[in-house]
């Protein structure tokens, strides 16, 4: 799952909203909106944000923090570390390898120090 997914989820349980009713209301199909919420599915378009946005008529910073949560949920991802140093390729690439055998704990361990160094 993907953090837009969790929050699109979340938005649709708080407001008791069949995945098909919002998918019609979106246009989209309810397979797509599903694969869209478990991550099996990349960032949607801003189009479809819109829509989104539009369909649960969330206000200005709810609309902002749908389109953050976007940008950081693609479930596919590629690092450029071309114009960074050795270190920096070397843990993208372990990162990579091993995301799999990390645990809950790491994860949001590793999180939280990329979101302290970001500023987010």
Known sequence: MTPLGLHLRALRAQRQVTQKDMADAIGVSPAYLSALE???RGQPSWALLQRIVGYFNVIWDDADTLQKLAS????????DTSDLSAAATHMANLLAHNIDKLDENQIEQILELLQTSNGS
């Not at 950081?72 to 690092?79: E, G, H, Q, R, V």
């Open 38 to 40: 478990h991550g099996r």
């Open 72 to 79: 950081l949920s693609d479930p596919k991802i590629t690092i």
